[in-house]
T-cell receptor, first 114, second 107 residues
Framework: GAVVSQHPSWVICKSGTSVKIECRSL??????MFWYRQFPKQSLMLMAT?????????EQGVEKDKFLINHASLTLSTLTVTSAHPEDSSFYIC??????????FGPGTRLTVL | DAKTTQPPSMDCAEGRAANLPCNHS???????VYWYRQIHSQGPQYIIH???NNETNEMASLIITEDRKSSTLILPHATLRDTAVYYC????????FGAGTRLTVKP
């Protein structure tokens, strides 16, 4: 199956700093990429959808100025958590959809904000 | 606003079949039924999907009722490594997750 990678796999940062998470589709071109957030013992919540070369579409309640998404190529999307606070600590997961409408998930990035 | 209902947890004995039910009574005609699973602290793993016919692959079988209002995922011979949260999703566009079923396979 197709492979989606995320980097870093975990990150610890100080409150007030910004953190960038990368999502790459390794062996296919992703027409659309998605970002999810998962708090402990909860399900995945869709944060935003991004198409290559266009602005991301954010879900209701997700601050677009806090969670900056860039989808500059068909194989790379980045999520930047700006001015991170402890409540932003979570498991962030990306997924990528190919031209056949198949969706593949990355392994996730665990963010801890101190 | 997931469109599926699953039991929160289930147990299964190792080596036995695990049958995980899912209700999706408001499913639309063009929506597929997808199953993913998530092992602790990992990304979701695709299992199987179907529209209206039963499907089988190397991992599992998917049985969809004739009215498409419910389905069952069958793991024919569960192993300890199948312990995970299983998500049933109906989808025509975005993949949105409900609470899922936490399956525990016991020795």
């Amino acid at each position: 199956g197709a492979v989606v990678s995320q980097h870093p796999s975990w990150v610890i940062c100080k409150s007030g700093t910004s953190v960038k998470i990368e999502c790459r589709s390794l062996d296919f071109q992703a027409t659309t990429m998605f970002w999810y957030r998962q708090f402990p013992k909860q399900s995945l919540m869709l944060m935003a959808t991004s198409n290559e070369g266009s602005k991301a579409t954010y879900e209701q309640g997700v601050e677009k100025d806090k969670f900056l998404i860039n989808h500059a190529s068909l194989t790379l999307s980045t999520l930047t958590v700006t001015s991170a606070h402890p409540e932003d600590s979570s498991f962030y997961i990306c997924s990528a959809k190919n031209r056949m409408d198949e969706q593949f998930f990355g392994p996730g990035t665990r963010l801890t904000v101190l | 606003d997931a469109k599926t209902t699953q039991p929160p947890s289930m147990d299964c004995a190792e080596g036995r079949a695990a049958n995980l039910p899912c209700n999706h009574s408001t499913i639309s005609g063009n929506e597929y039924v997808y199953w993913y699973r998530q092992i602790h602290s990992q990304g979701p793993q695709y299992i199987i999907h179907g529209l209206k016919n039963n499907e089988t692959n190397e991992m599992a079988s998917l049985i969809i009722t004739e009215d498409r209002k419910s389905s069952t995922l069958i793991l024919p011979h569960a192993t300890l490594r199948d312990t995970a949260v299983y998500y049933c999703i109906v989808r025509v566009g975005d993949m949105r997750f409900g609470a899922g079923t936490r399956l525990t396979v016991k020795p």
